[in-house]
């Protein structure tokens, strides 16, 4: 029940395409959805969070979609870039501030 | 940059032996969380600290113990050393009153 499902394990885009990655959960004590991008040899950094009271949040080329009633949850990444190439990671914290992450996604984006 | 630092970056150890790591986080930061990132995998969830105690555990043996101190600096401790701790060992810092995770870059712990 604390697992945080991705998909897919990685993916190919050419650039100045979408990127989409997916995630689902179980658990409906969480309350905080948020994405990290991370660089080999580098801590995970924080993209873009979302909480279960809105549906879409957009920050730049980066939108989280987000399905309360599925228990799921998407980041796309619009006009992806080469310098976007990277492993993305899903989490959900709920109110004790523990993330669960999900198991990365690791995108690669061609000129 | 997030403010998080960490050493140190890599640490070679041998089965049995204790190691410990270092985390510095900025002023008001008071929650400090660690967690375990093996090759290929996500961030798995240790434990954390707030005001210094310690609050909130996950499913790691009690061989792996922390400290949080008043100027915003902690430590992860792992006794009796197992291959399979070789890991990427990140901390992460929360300012308060949000929810907020920010990562150091990680220590890369190697146990022959």
């Known amino acids: 029940q604390q697992q945080v499902k991705q998909s897919p394990q990685s993916l190919i885009v050419q650039k100045g395409g979408i990127s989409i990655i997916n995630c689902a959960y179980e658990n409906t004590a969480f309350d905080y959805f948020p994405w990290y991008q991370q660089f080999p040899g580098k801590g995970p950094a924080l993209l873009i969070a979302i909480r279960p009271d809105v549906s879409e949040k957009k920050e730049g080329r980066f939108t989280i979609s987000f399905n309360k009633s599925a228990k799921q949850f998407s980041l796309h990444i619009m006009d992806s870039q080469p310098g976007d190439s990277a492993t993305y990671f899903c989490a959900a914290g709920d109110d004790t501030d523990k993330l669960i992450f999900g198991t990365g996604t690791r995108l690669q984006v061609f000129p | 940059e997030t403010g998080v630092t960490q050493s140190p970056t890599h640490l070679i150890k041998t089965r049995g032996q204790q190691v410990t790591l270092r985390c510095s986080s900025q002023?008001?930061?008071?929650?400090v969380s660690w967690y375990q990132q093996a090759l290929g995998q996500g961030p798995q969830f240790i434990f954390q600290?707030?005001?210094?105690?310690?609050?909130g555990r996950g499913n790691f043996p009690p061989r792996f113990s922390g400290l949080q101190f008043p100027n915003y600096s902690s430590e992860l401790n792992v006794n009796a050393l197992e291959l399979d701790d070789s890991a990427l060992y990140l901390c992460?810092?929360?300012?308060?009153?949000?929810?907020?995770?920010?990562f150091g870059p990680g220590t890369r712990l190697t146990v022959l």
């Open positions: 992460a810092s929360t300012p308060r009153g949000t929810d907020t995770q920010y």
């Open positions: 002023s008001g930061h008071n929650t």
């Open positions: 600290y707030y005001r210094e105690e310690e609050n």
